[in-house]
């Protein structure tokens, strides 16, 4: 969440960790011109457009999910595409 994102996310790119699933909810890294690491085989990104962390999908991910109740995690959970992100 939030900062935890935007470090996972550098991490990841300079140590080429291998990730199959990379989710991320309530995301700055919205803002910064990134492109997804090759390691990360899927990367599905919660945001809210009420959030003014992350008010905005992020371009290189693979799906991003809309969702309304913004710092709320129970919003984020609650939403049907989460069970499918995480199994």
Do not use: Q
Not at 2 to 31: E, Q
Not at 60 to 68: A, E, G, L, P, V
């Amino acid at each position: 969440h939030s900062m935890g994102t935007v470090l996972s996310y550098h991490l990841i790119d300079i140590y080429k960790f291998a990730i199959d699933k990379f989710i991320t909810f309530g995301s700055p890294l919205c803002y910064m011109n990134i492109n997804k690491p090759n390691t990360i085989n899927k990367w599905v990104n919660f945001y809210s457009p009420f959030d003014p962390i992350s008010p905005f999908p992020i371009r290189s991910c693979d799906k991003n999910i809309r969702c309304f109740n913004w710092h709320n995690l129970e919003s984020y959970v609650n939403s049907k595409y989460f069970t499918k992100c995480i199994f």
